[in-house]
């Protein structure tokens, strides 16, 4: 009979793993089940300021006021912690370079915004805040795939329109584009998206009617109007720009290369893809590689609306 093992030790390598499982001896077949739906943790944070320096006092005040995870109590508040200062002292510097020393402990993801607060007359609004940072969280994704989502937004439309909540009328429409979308159905998509476009236009809200030109002139290129498709994202990368939203310009910049390679103007496309790029890579995403391969391997060859 084989000596028993004097020690015994488990080893896991290779990195981050979405599901591992330890036995000893195993019986017939294993099962692994997952409850829900997983989505990838947001990662906004822009680069940090380069040549940082000093600061060390502020940057250990704000280590003390957010504890370790190994010092957090089940059941204890969240900080919220707040920087104050005149325009131009360092507020957004000093922030993300703790976010960046800490970035780590927040296992869930990070999301950023620029309110804008110093931009004259341009300032974003909590709507604008929080449908980025939802759009952030992954709605798309789950606006796509729910299959409860058709009811859930109809039944939010409804409770908008009652009590006259014009905003929220508008989203739950784009919402609902999403989910037309979803189904292939980009014709109601589209009339769903001019709706919601309408209702921002009425209440003078010109970032979410941006923002709603977006689906629009994506279903619009499904349907082969790109030069309405055109029209409405051009209109749109305008508006970002007034409200110097650097994600939004980059993801308008993005589909108006989407729309040229879909018309075969391929040097437009190249050159629209090449400029988001260079604005995600300023904000620090990954999508900034993606865009150049992607612009890259565009033929050479230029035909359809390229040609002279």
């Known amino acids: 009979m084989a000596d028993e093992p004097t020690s015994v030790s488990n080893e896991f390598s290779g990195g981050d793993s979405d599901v591992v499982v330890q036995a000893g001896t195993v019986h017939g077949g294993v099962h692994v089940h997952r409850s829900g739906r997983s989505l990838p943790p947001p990662r906004q944070l822009p680069y940090e300021v380069p040549g940082f320096v000093n600061r060390a006092h502020e940057l250990t005040t704000l280590d003390a006021l957010h504890p370790r995870p190994a010092d957090e109590r089940e059941g204890a508040p969240a900080v919220v912690t707040a920087i104050t200062g005149g325009p131009g002292v360092g507020k957004t510097a000093l922030a993300l370079r703790w976010a960046h020393r800490v970035r780590r402990r927040f296992t869930d993801g990070d ?17 604008q805040a929080l449908t980025s940072f939802l759009r ?35 989203m739950s429409l784009l919402s609902l584009a999403e989910c037309a979308r979803s189904r292939g159905d980009h014709a109601e998509a589209s009339a769903l998206c001019r709706r919601a476009i309408d209702i921002f236009r009425s209440i003078d809200d010109r970032w979410s009617e941006a923002w709603g030109a977006l689906p629009l002139a994506e279903s619009l290129g499904e349907l082969g109007d790109f030069q309405e498709a055109e029209h409405h994202l051009g209109r749109a990368l305008g508006t970002f720009r007034d409200f110097t939203d650097r994600r939004s310009e980059a993801l308008t910049l993005r589909r108006l290369g989407d729309v040229s390679a879909g018309r075969r103007a391929l040097t437009a496309a190249r050159d629209l893809w090449t400029q988001a790029a260079a604005i995600y890579e300023e904000l620090g995403d990954a999508l900034s590689d993606e865009l150049r391969r992607q612009a890259e391997g565009l033929p050479d060859a230029i035909d359809g609306d390229d040609r002279g």
């Open 111 to 127: 999301l950023y915004i620029d309110m804008r607060g110093y931009n004259s007359g341009n300032t974003l609004g909590p709507e």
């Open 136 to 170: 952030g969280l992954g709605l798309v994704a789950l606006e796509q795939h729910d299959p409860g989502a058709q009811e859930h937004f109809e039944a939010a439309l409804t409770v908008f329109r009652e009590h006259g909540i014009r905003r929220g009328e508008g």
